[in-house]
């Protein structure tokens, strides 16, 4: 992601280091919490299918990632990345 071309951090003069803008740290959590709580789990389990017996209950949002892990094992079936 091109972070400095959003303007979310800036580069100290003379160092590799970066500073957050005050304005991007509230982008730049949500980003690292969708990439950690959402996109690592479904892409972890889009390549196995789950086997053994199904729960009984299933919760609305647990629905949502065996959806989203279905639809990402077709798109690679698809593409001919994974069998």
Known sequence: MKLRGKQLVTRIART???CVQSSGIRIL???LTL???VIKPILAGAGKPQRGPKPKRIG???QHYV???KEI???FVS???AM
């Open 35 to 37: 990439r950690e709580k």
């Open 67 to 69: 959806n989203l892990q």
């Open 60 to 62: 609305p949002i647990d």
């Open 29 to 31: 959590a949500g980003l």
């Open 16 to 18: 590799r280091n970066y």
């Open 73 to 75: 094992r077709l798109l």
């Open 79 to 81: 593409l001919g990345i």
